[in-house]
Nanobody
Framework: QVQLVESGGGLVQAGGSLRLSCTAS????????MGWFRQAPGKEREFVAG????????RYADSVKGRFTISRDNAKNTVYLQMSSLKLEDTAVYYCAAGLMTGIWASRTQYDNWGQGTQVTVSS
């Protein structure tokens, strides 16, 4: 059974940091592009960051560029999202996703494995 499990979410003050982790099981994901998406209440799920299979190439939403960093450890089947300088508007459920693709796509439809999500709440 293929599973993606996110962890590391929580409550943090504005300006603070959190690191999310996503561990995959059921098969190797070393060939997949991995992505982080988020969904705030009443809003569409949106792309946050993505990383290609080797970890060499990354892509970020403009809203998080310079504040978030995505990385991966294929030996551990794990992808990370380091979030710094958090803002109130970063509050959302964060989802990890995996997909086989060329490049790093921001479209949800390119990812066919999803985690259950982890809540990140930024307070003032």
């Amino acid at each position: 059974q293929v599973q993606l499990v996110e962890s590391g979410g929580g409550l943090v003050q504005a300006g603070g940091s959190l690191r999310l982790s996503c561990t995959a099981s059921g098969r190797t994901f070393s060939g997949d592009t991995m992505g982080w998406f988020r969904q705030a209440p009443g809003k569409e799920r949106e792309f946050v960051a993505g990383i290609n299979w080797s970890g060499v190439n990354t892509r970020y939403a403009d809203s998080v560029k310079g504040r978030f960093t995505i990385s991966r450890d294929n030996a551990k089947n794990t992808v990370y999202l380091q979030m710094s300088s958090l803002k109130l508007e970063d509050t959302a459920v964060y989802y990890c996703a995996a997909g086989l693709m060329t490049g790093i796509w921001a479209s949800r439809t390119q990812y066919d494995n999803w985690g259950q999500g982890t809540q990140v709440t930024v307070s003032s």
